[in-house]
């Protein structure tokens, strides 16, 4: 018998990703980003969530996508981690997605990068795929 599992659902690019919900702080608004001299490439800045300093990832450059043409307009998904919560920087926002365990496949040996390195497998959706980032 398999279950069910709740994702929070984001484009980024033409892939849409999910995350499960239990790792997911809240999802915010674009934000004023602050640039961090000499950071990676992968780290967009910093953002002011409420007093809370939050490094802000960019998903498209850490997939391996290419560069946000606007960077002004990229959503926050704020994901909790074992040291403390970081915002995932998106394209557009989903929504929260029940899908059922039975349709996810793990990643192809053919999936090379950093994209191996993130997700940890696919939902057969109707129509489309949901990668699962781990």
Not at 43 to 61: H, K, S
Not at 67 to 72: A, F, I, K, N
């Amino acid at each position: 018998m398999t279950g069910t599992r709740q994702l929070c659902t984001f484009h980024v690019v033409d892939g849409y990703f999910g995350i499960p919900v239990e790792q997911v702080q809240e999802v915010v608004r674009p934000q004023p980003i602050t640039p961090v001299p000499l950071a990676p490439r992968v780290v967009r800045g910093l953002i002011n969530l409420r007093g809370q300093i939050l490094t802000a990832i960019d998903l498209r450059f850490r997939l391996g996508l290419g560069e946000p043409r606007d960077t002004g307009n990229l959503m926050n998904v704020v994901v909790r981690t074992d040291d403390s919560p970081v915002s995932f920087l998106v394209d557009e926002i989903g929504e929260v997605l029940n899908v059922d365990e039975a349709t996810f496949e793990p990643p192809p040996e053919t999936l090379q990068g950093s994209m191996r390195e993130l997700i940890d497998g696919a939902y057969k959706l109707e129509g489309r795929l949901l990668l699962g980032l781990s």
